[in-house]
């Protein structure tokens, strides 16, 4: 895996030093990134240019791509998930209320979306699908003390398979679609951002650390990269081809700091 690109992030002026927690390619490979401490989106091209913004009056957490140039963004403080057109502007057009607190968002199909995060009434740990309109399809509740803490989800390419993480359970968790459990893997540091490469193999960031745990599909680990990217890494996501993978970061000196890399992978 070759770093191809560091930049850092547009810095909001006199506002705070931004935290990306958030970030989702769209085609062509331009991307867009969620800035949880200053409510707000970004829109960068594929050379890295920033292009535009907008401002949220709550706290957003996690955005993915549905279709075309339209994504949705979680707001886990507020239950609601905003749908968005991202062009050379943004666009607002659905807000759809939900009933647990939704942290991380993968697409199921331009209708449906896969949220992770916890109920608030009972504080569980959960995942599940819930449609454009906020109505849950399917609601997954986890065993043990809740972590409720940072989420993020992804799926498989055939969309069968999700993978979940708490940064406090320090697992990587794999679900059948349905709900079967596959496979739970313990993993060293916390881990936060998970993608799925070309392969279906698994990038999980360790939060606490430098690494890249690396994941067969099956749920063995392969390998863990070590990058020169700092601490406390937040959120991974691959381009829709799966050529790039980009990585966000919250280290209290280097909030505003991105990393792009190809996403071959090496053995």
Known sequence: MDLIKEFEAQRLHGGKKSWYTGATFLPGDSFVLVDYCNSRCCLYDSACNFVSEISFSATPWDVCHMKGNIIAISFPHKNKIEFLAANNTFEFLLTSNTKRACYGLSSLDEDHLVFSGYNNEEWRDCWG?????????????????????????????????????????????????????????????????????????????????????????SG????????????????????????????????????????????????
């Open 129 to 217: 699908i819930i449609d454009k309109k906020g109505e849950e399809k399917f609601y997954h509740e986890l065993q043990g003390d809740s972590s409720r803490d940072q989420s993020y989800v992804a799926l498989n390419s055939t969309k069968t398979q999700v993978y979940v993480t708490w940064s406090n359970r320090r697992v990587l968790q794999c679900f059948g679609i349905e709900g079967d459990f596959k496979f739970s893997i313990e993993l060293i540091d916390k881990p936060l951002g998970v993608c799925v490469n070309i392969d279906d193999s698994i990038f999980v960031l360790g939060h606490s650390s430098n690494n890249i745990h690396h994941i067969s599909p």
């Open 220 to 267: 063995e680990l392969l390998n863990e990269i070590s990058k020169d990217i700092p601490r406390e890494s937040c959120k991974i996501c691959t381009s829709l081809n799966k050529t790039y993978i980009l990585i966000t970061n919250r280290h209290k000196e280097t909030r505003d700091k991105c990393f792009i890399y190809y996403a071959r992978y090496r053995r």
